[in-house]
């Protein structure tokens, strides 16, 4: 089985602190993302990578990067957190594939929490 | 661009009703439709897929969807929901090109009581 696994469930961090959310995959996947959910809003993608070193912005990218160094590990960082960055962030992975299109599996999450 | 919409915030029923989970997306190109369900403190997982063929699809748990190219609908039915079914479910919509980026709609919770 694909197994994502993102380095912390809950994380709770202070106003101008730089967070790394760390995330691998065991599947040598291509692709990788990083999404945020908060409620009512849906699942928004903030970065995503189909290669090493090679990134793009997805729909809201402010305030955040991104570093994928290896192929199984891809990292989100907030240069400095700020409280409108509090909600949950899922990591997920996909083949690239022929057709372009294949499933994304995700990992469990973790929900941040900036005072 | 691309967007989905799922009208349904909420849906309470009955445990061994049938429920359906509405989904509409907008897209100017052929589209793949997904369903993904999210259990309580836990990451997304692939219900079911639709990328061409049959439009009556098939997924795990006794789900399936149904394709309406005219309605730009694809919704989700189960003919009898368990306790077991509450969740979050997501619908989400992807073109060829884009390396499987997916846009996801806002999400439907079921809420299944005794």
């Known amino acids: 089985d694909v197994k994502v696994t993102q380095s912390s469930r809950y994380l709770v961090k202070r106003t101008g602190e730089k967070v790394f959310l760390e995330c691998v995959q065991d599947?040598?996947?291509?692709?990788m993302f990083w999404y945020r959910q908060d409620p009512g809003l849906g699942l928004r993608l903030i970065y995503f990578?189909?290669?090493?070193?090679?990134?793009e912005k997805g729909d809201i990218p402010e305030g955040y990067s991104v570093s994928r160094e290896k192929k199984e590990r891809f990292s989100l960082i907030l240069e400095s957190a700020s409280t409108n960055q509090t909600s949950m962030y899922l990591c997920?992975?996909?083949?690239?594939?022929?057709?372009?299109?294949?499933?994304?599996?995700f990992g469990p999450g973790t929900r941040l929490t900036v005072l | 661009a691309q967007s989905v919409t799922q009208l349904d915030s909420q849906v309470p029923v009955f445990e061994e009703a049938p429920v359906e989970l509405r989904c509409n997306y907008s897209?100017?190109?052929?589209?793949?439709l997904f369903w993904y369900v999210q259990y309580p403190n836990q990451g997304l997982q692939l219900l079911l897929k639709?990328?061409?063929?049959?439009?009556l699809v098939k997924g795990i748990n006794g789900f399936e969807a149904e394709f309406n190219k005219s309605q730009t609908s694809f919704h989700l039915r189960k003919p009898s929901v368990h306790i077991s079914d509450t969740a979050e479910y997501f619908c989400?919509?992807?073109?060829?090109?884009?390396?499987?980026?997916?846009?996801f709609g806002t999400g439907t919770r079921l809420q299944v009581t005794l």
């Open positions: 599947m040598d996947h291509e692709n």
């Open positions: 990578s189909y290669d090493v070193k090679m990134k």
């Open positions: 989400a919509v992807s073109n060829t090109g884009t390396a499987s980026k997916l846009t």
């Open positions: 897209s100017s190109v052929s589209v793949y």
């Open positions: 997920a992975s996909s083949l690239l594939g022929t057709s372009g299109i294949n499933e994304q599996f």
């Open positions: 639709y990328l061409s063929g049959s439009t």
